[in-house]
């Protein structure tokens, strides 16, 4: 997948002002725009079923990550200011370095070494 924005033209729907490499780290999609999600890989160490964890990106330059909820309260006390509407999903290295290696590769062009 190529770039969107790649021309340098501002992001729709981020804001911010902490900035890394030009790009703004805050973002502020619209919470009445509508949602679509885009799959985009799954843990390549799970079995062969729709049910693993898995990455999609959203229409609202967003992402999100299906994972094993982790809802007990002791989990939850750790976690910083999560508010109650919020969730934790829990994934393994595996998946976040094929995750980091996919989207710098996507977002980058660049092939990280393993």
Partial sequence: MKNPDSDGSPVQGVSGNRRTGGRDLVQSP??????????VLKDP????????????RTSR?????????RDEPDVRAQARALAPHEGLGEVTDDFMDVIARTYVKERYGLDIPG
């Fill in 61 to 69: 330059r967003t992402w999100i990550i299906q994972a094993d909820r």
């Fill in 45 to 56: 160490g799970s079995l062969q079923d729709d049910q693993c964890p898995s990455l999609y």
């Fill in 30 to 39: 619209d919470d009445n725009s509508p949602l679509t999600l885009t799959f």
